[in-house]
């Protein structure tokens, strides 16, 4: 039931992810950050089965941040994109990984991007995109309302239309979601929407 979407605005990219680790029918908790920072300017989002996930996920940090000890130099959103793309194709005829991606970014030369990489290594270069049962009413929500060039302002007022609708609409909803941002200052959480919180178990 997971919930991930993205949009790029004028000299930003911001990505959303529900924070609930979910298997069958237990809800395990509410406040699991899905959205791993890549590096200084990139951010991944991802949903698909928690432990490929997890696996994947920091598999490619740790692929990334090798990349530029060894060179000296970051790889580019669109590099990231595509060395995260033939990982998944590699994989996908020997042990695929059950993993969707919104990768973003912002590089000096060509701004903020935002790509779409689906379990079957599939990419594309979006403006906005989602992935999980949420996609449903986010992607037409961002349909209705996003328009190219959108400040912060606009940008974070769509992201709360996408939630509340996704709450309101979506009978299992998760309940939390984390909002984070990429500009030209670097990648950073941004804000958390939150209806529920988890509950400290008490020491015997």
Known sequence: MECVFGLVGNGFAIVVADTSAVHSILVHKSNEDKIMLLDSHKLVAASGEPGDRVQFTEYIQKNVALYQFRNGIPLTTAA?????????????????????????GYDKETGPSLYYIDYIATLHKLEKGAFGYGSYFSLSMMDRHYHSGMSVEE?????????????????????????????????????WRQSVQDTPVPSA
Do not use: H, M, Q, W
């Not at 990231?80 to 973003?104: D, M, W």
């Not at 609708?165 to 009978?171: A, G, H, K, N, Q």
């Open 80 to 104: 990231a994109a595509n060395f995260t793309r033939g990982e998944l194709a590699t994989a996908l005829r020997k042990n695929p990984y059950s993993v969707n991606i919104l990768l973003a």
């Open 155 to 191: 940008a974070i007022d769509l992201v709360d239309k996408c939630i509340v609708e996704i709450r309101s609409r979506l009978v299992v909803a998760p309940p939390n979601f984390v909002i984070k941002i990429v500009d030209k200052d670097g990648a950073r959480e941004y804000a």
